[in-house]
Each structure stands twice: as structure tokens, then as C-alpha cells.
């Protein structure tokens, strides 16, 4: 078997498929994309698949050193990208060419459901109660919510109370019938993040993600050592070089990297596999689309340290399309009891909806995250 072609598709909301076609008529799907760069992702992908045309898609790991390893330069958020998106594709053909779940060619489950999450709230959080009270309508009982709006790199009390007080919210609402995560989402600096651990620490929310921004990643251990709130990082961590070196410095309860964004299936194995080794848990980031997803699964069902998976069902960033809208077999994804089984079809487990993701791509909007200023005007993070 050669690979023959790889055709991209920017589709709404923010998201952009890849099929790899080949000389015998099987086709894989992946999802290589970052939010709001995707053209910039989608040019990678096609100065890789330069590498890719003509070879054997069932070469798998050896493609995937090629194009790593064959630029001098190499890593980072775009590059890392783009070998995700390929790399779920080849295995997706993989599967579909023996017949089974990629799953199976990992070596099999170790679990017959996996936890799942939902999103609740957007980006400047209001009423995340009445969201959550939706979502628990539908069977979900796990949420995650941002921590914060703004915050300045030293910011005032009341910017720590208004944190605290919708978290408070939350739990009168529902006591502990409900578990719930905060995302910090990069936008809390080191001097503020220890007062807000502090102060959220009553709550007992089920982690804290990104307390701080990954490039300060040193202080994922002094952080973990003032407060008894699992901390959660790694969607802006792109390679197991990354990983290696805050798993040595510790800190980190949960690893969430991201199966588009960290090298596929392939890097995210390995990723889990360290974790396992550190005796911390995986957890992997996931707002995007409907591959995405399913590539996660396929580590989630073989990795022992899995223990939670997000995903974007109805998430504030799908405007113009929802996860299974693009899909054939929308039924593999129902979830029961918070839990979502193994996909069964073959390779990753989606039967992409080729018509509809070619009439969306026709006119896709180029998505961009919001730019936020302080009062002062300097850029905020987002």
C-alpha cells in the first residue's frame, strides 16, 4: 500500500480534518489543527506530506521519525500539530486495513468505559450553575470551568473573592453529588496563584489546570507543595521531551496533553507511558472535533493511568457546528452515566461524513481567540 494524496479541510467551528488516501482505496481521517493558526497548521501538513507520498502508510513509526527527525529544526506547537494529524490518520488506516480498533493493535483494553467531561460556562464564566444543571439533565456528573476572567500578574482581593464566589456557588448548589475541575487557563501568574489555591482549596475541586503557564513549569512543584489540590497541566506542552522534564521536577497530579497538538497517538502513548512510570495520571485535553476524540480514546482505553477524557459536546466555542455533525456513526459516542464505551469500527473508531465536511470547508470562518487588555491596557492572557 502507498500513500497517494493528503487533502485538508478548515470546517466550522475551529476545527480542520485531514484524509491520507493511498493506492488501495482506504482512506484515514485525522485532525491536525491549532485553534485560531489552522491555516498555519495546514501548510506544515503539507510541506510533511512531501515526505509521506509514495511510502507505506503501515510504516508508521518510522514515518513519524522521518518527520520529526528529518528537519533540522523540529517541535513546537505547529510542527508537533501537523504530525499529530497524520499520525492519527495513519493509524486510522492501519486499523481499517486488519479490521480491527486501533486499540487493539495497542495491545487491547485495560477498561470497558472511560470517564468523561464536559466544559460548562464560557469565557468569562456567569452562570455556570444553571449550565452545569443541563449538563447533569443529559447524564454528565464531571465539569470544568475557567477560575477567572483577566487577572493581573499582582491583582487586588476582589479579583480573588470573585473566583471564590462562584466556585462557592457551585458547591451550595450541588454539594459533592458533582465533581468539577478549574481551569486557571494560563491567566494566573506565579504571585497570584498561591492565594487563589488557598482560597479555592475549601471547595475540593477535583484539579486545578494550568495554575500557571507552562513556561513557568517550575513552579508546578512549589505550588503542589502548598496546597492539597491536584494540579493538572500540559495542552501547551507539545513533545515527550517537554513532559520528561516536569515529570523529574514533580508537581504535576494529572498530565493533559493534547492528541493534536503533542504528536498524535504515537507521542501521547509514550507520554502516558512516563506519566505511569511517575505515578501520575492522564487526563487528555480535548476541545476539538470528532477524530480528535476518538484518537483519545484509543489511548485512553489502553493507558492504566487514564482516568478522566474531555470532550466538546456542546462546548461555547462550537458556533456553526457541533462534535457529531460531522459524523456517520454518531451513536458509537452516546455516553451513559458520565462513561463512554469503545468505539467498535475499525481503525479509530469514526465514519467521517466526507460531504458534509467538504460542503462546510467551503466557506469555514477563520476562528481567533479574543484578544483581552488589562484596565491599564497591557495584553491580558486569554
Known amino acids: 500500500m502507498k500513500i497517494t494524496q493528503l487533502s485538508t479541510y478548515r470546517v466550522p467551528p475551529r476545527w480542520m480534518f485531514l484524509k491520507i488516501d493511498t493506492d488501495e482505496g482506504i482512506s484515514g481521517w485525522g485532525e491536525p489543527v491549532i485553534e485560531g493558526r489552522a491555516r498555519t497548521v495546514e501548510a506544515a501538513v503539507h510541506e510533511l506530506g512531501e515526505l509521506l507520498i509514495g511510502r507505506d502508510p503501515a510504516q508508521i513509526s518510522d514515518l513519524w521519525q522521518t518527520m520529526y527527525r528529518g528537519g533540522f529544526y ?84 476582589t479579583a480573588v473573592d470573585a473566583a471564590v464566589e462562584r466556585i462557592a456557588g457551585i458547591r451550595s448548589a450541588f454539594g459533592y453529588d458533582i465533581e468539577f475541575g478549574i481551569d486557571f487557563h494560563g491567566r494566573v501568574a506565579w504571585p497570584m496563584a498561591k492565594p487563589l489555591l488557598r482560597a479555592l482549596e475549601p471547595y475540593r475541586p477535583l484539579f486545578v489546570e494550568e495554575p500557571v503557564l507552562a513556561e513557568q513549569s517550575e513552579y508546578y512543584r512549589r505550588l503542589s507543595d502548598m496546597t492539597s489540590i491536584p494540579l493538572a497541566a500540559g495542552e501547551r506542552m507539545f513533545s515527550r521531551f517537554e513532559f520528561k522534564r516536569v515529570l523529574e521536577q514533580g508537581g504535576l497530579a494529572i498530565l493533559q496533553p493534547d492528541l493534536s497538538h503533542a504528536g498524535g497517538i504515537s507521542e501521547c502513548l509514550r507520554i502516558a507511558a512516563m506519566a505511569e512510570a511517575y505515578d501520575v495520571t492522564l487526563a487528555p485535553h480535548c476541545p476539538l472535533g470528532p477524530v480528535a476524540l476518538a ?88
Not at 486510522?92 to 495497542?106: E, F, M, N, T, W
Not at 456513526?329 to 460531504?355: C, K, Q, T, W
Request: some cysteine; proline content about 3%.
Open 74 to 157: 523540529r517541535g513546537g506547537a505547529v510542527f508537533m500539530s501537523a504530525i499529530a494529524g497524520i499520525d492519527q490518520a495513519l493509524w486510522d488506516i492501519k486499523g481499517k486495513a486488519l479490521g480491527v480498533p486501533v486499540y487493539q493493535l495497542l495491545g487491547g483494553k485495560v477498561r470497558e468505559r472511560m470517564k468523561i467531561y464536559s466544559w460548562v460556562g464560557g469565557d468569562r464564566p456567569a452562570d455556570v450553575v444553571a449550565g452545569i444543571q443541563t449538563l447533569r439533565d443529559i447524564g454528565l456528573n464531571t465539569f470544568k470551568m475557567n477560575g477567572t476572567e483577566e487577572m493581573a500578574m499582582l491583582d487586588c482581593a
Open 295 to 382: 484518537a483519545c480514546l484509543q489511548v485512553d482505553f489502553v493507558s492504566y493511568n487514564a482516568v478522566l477524557q474531555e470532550q466538546s459536546m456542546g462546548i461555547h466555542y462550537n458556533r456553526g457546528a457541533e462534535l457529531l455533525d460531522y459524523v456517520h456513526n454518531a451513536g458509537d459516542f452516546r455516553m451513559e452515566g458520565g462513561y463512554i464505551a469503545p468505539l467498535l469500527l475499525p481503525g479509530l473508531g469514526v465514519e467521517i461524513n466526507e460531504e458534509r465536511v467538504i460542503e462546510a470547508s467551503r466557506a469555514a470562518p477563520d476562528w481567533r481567540n479574543p484578544l483581552w487588555r488589562h484596565a491599564d491596557g497591557s495584553v491580558a492572557e486569554w
